[in-house]
C-alpha cells in the first residue's frame, strides 16, 4: 500500500472478527469479511490492517455504522455502544480461516 501508517495503529484498528450466521453466509457466498472495527478507522486503514495481519490481498472494503440499541433494566434506560463494521472483500483464491488461527 502506498500510504504510510503506523504498525502500532494498524494492529489496533481491527477489534475483532465478527462470527455469526450471516457473517458466515456472507463469507461462503461473497468472498467477504466482517470485522468490527474501531469508530474512526478508514477504509484504507481498515484494508492495510487486515493486509499486515492476515497477509491476504484485499479487492475494496465496505463500512457500515450501526447505533446502539435503547436497552431497559427496570427504571434505568441505558445505551449499548455504536459500532463500526469492515466488509472486507479478499480478491479471488484469497482466504481467512479463523479456527486454524490463521493470522497475528
Same mark, same amino acid.
Given at each position: 500500500? #502506498?500510504?504510510?501508517y503506523s504498525q502500532e495503529r494498524l494492529?489496533? =484498528?481491527? =477489534? *475483532?472478527?465478527?462470527? *455469526?450466521? %450471516?457473517?458466515t453466509y456472507i463469507a461462503d %457466498?461473497?468472498?467477504q469479511v466482517v470485522f468490527v472495527v474501531l469508530p474512526d478507522a478508514? %477504509?484504507?486503514?481498515i484494508k492495510a490492517a487486515v493486509e499486515l495481519l492476515f497477509k491476504v490481498e =484485499? %479487492? #475494496?472494503v465496505q463500512v457500515s455504522n450501526l447505533k446502539g440499541k435503547v436497552k431497559r433494566v427496570g427504571k434505568n434506560i441505558g445505551r449499548r455502544n455504536d459500532q463500526r463494521k469492515a466488509f472486507v472483500c479478499l480478491k479471488p483464491g484469497q482466504e481467512i480461516n479463523f479456527t486454524e488461527g490463521g493470522g497475528a
Open positions: 500500500m #502506498s500510504l504510510n494492529l489496533q =484498528v481491527l =477489534v *475483532s472478527p465478527q462470527i *455469526s450466521e %450471516k457473517a %457466498k461473497n468472498e478508514t %477504509k484504507p486503514e =484485499v %479487492k #475494496s
